[in-house]
């Protein structure tokens, strides 16, 4: 079975969530995900927004993990607000360093990913189900590869259960980093993050902050159409159903869509698969 989850971001205005769960949801529940997953903002900036956006899904009778970062938070405010999304039932945690918001200074940076998985199986022992990033096209903080995949071996270690990919477009970045994984006996599912491509302006700017690759001939093609929004989605959809393709033919446990809180392009990517 393929797995299929969907990312969120919580809403800023104050009916966002309605108009998510009234418009957005319903149209992304058909195609049966297992969970959907809400971000966090760098420095806890959505803290309540994240967890009402969970709690709104979940009292639908959705299950819904929040995104949790420990890049600026403390030990007691993480387990505190860990302890609220046990409250409600919560069940998976995607745990993260997060990028620290601008102004806050980059000693905040010690704390990383593994930190906070090795924090929350101590205080909640296997409660949950934990998720943590990785990067085939290797972390932009990294000095190289291999100690990049050192930091992932290390947060697998400490008790995350599975891994949500950076997205990238060429699959083989993937199928190297799990050789990769495999050399060092990381077994551990490693699900796929798929960007749809809506705005070439967008996607540009996402993939230099995130350290994502736009390879040369898909920005060449973009940026020839970039003026025709309705050529962009296409080839932006047909370019992400194209490697879905290729990496469930691979064997990929699954995928991760980031849907900026959106339905139309991810659906376009769903449909056309073919899942077992
Ligand atoms: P880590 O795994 O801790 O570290 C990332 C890399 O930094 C490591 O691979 C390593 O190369 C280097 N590194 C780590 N520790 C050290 C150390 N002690 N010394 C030197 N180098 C080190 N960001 C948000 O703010 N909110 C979100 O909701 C969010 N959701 C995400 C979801 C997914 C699926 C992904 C892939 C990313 C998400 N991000 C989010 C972005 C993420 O927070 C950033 O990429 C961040 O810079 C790294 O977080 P991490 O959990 O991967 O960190």
Redesign the pocket.
């Known amino acids: 079975m393929t797995r299929l989850s969907f990312?969120f971001?919580p809403p800023r205005e104050s009916d966002g969530v309605l108009k998510l769960m009234n418009n957005v949801v319903p149209k992304l529940q058909e195609s049966k995900p297992e969970f959907y997953?809400v971000?966090?903002?760098?420095g806890g900036s959505t803290r309540e927004g994240t967890f009402e956006t969970v709690a709104s899904l979940r009292s639908t009778g959705f299950d819904a993990a929040p995104?949790l970062?420990i890049?600026a938070d403390s030990e007691e405010t993480t387990v505190e607000l860990l302890q609220r999304y046990q409250n409600i039932g919560v069940r998976r945690i995607?745990?993260?360093?997060?990028?620290v918001p601008s102004g806050l200074g980059r000693s905040l940076?010690?704390a990383?990913?593994?930190a906070?998985v090795r924090l929350i199986r101590k205080n909640f022992g296997d409660y949950f189900h934990i998720?943590?990033?990785?990067?085939p096209e290797?972390?932009?903080?990294?000095?190289n590869p291999e100690?990049?995949l050192d930091?992932?071996a290390a947060?697998i270690a400490a008790g995350a259960d599975s891994a949500?990919?950076?997205y990238f477009y060429t699959p083989y970045a993937y199928f190297d980093f799990r050789e990769r994984c495999e050399k060092r006996g990381i077994t551990a599912p490693v699900y796929v993050?798929i960007m749809p491509i809506t705005t070439v302006d967008s996607i540009v700017r996402f993939s230099a902050k995130?350290g994502a690759d736009v390879p040369r001939w898909m920005l060449k093609k973009l940026e020839s159409i970039a003026s025709d929004e309705n050529a962009v989605r296409e080839f932006g959809c047909e370019v992400c159903i194209r490697l879905c393709e290729d990496l469930m033919a691979a064997g990929v446990p699954g995928f991760?869509f980031y849907t900026l809180n959106r339905w139309g392009a991810t659906r376009r990517i769903v449909d056309a698969l073919r899942f077992d």
């Open positions: 990312e971001f997953s971000t966090y903002g760098a995104h970062s890049g995607v745990a993260l360093r997060g990028d940076r010690s990383n990913a593994e906070l998720e943590v990033a990785a990067y290797v972390h932009p903080d990294a000095t100690s990049d930091y992932f947060k949500i990919t950076q993050g995130a991760h």
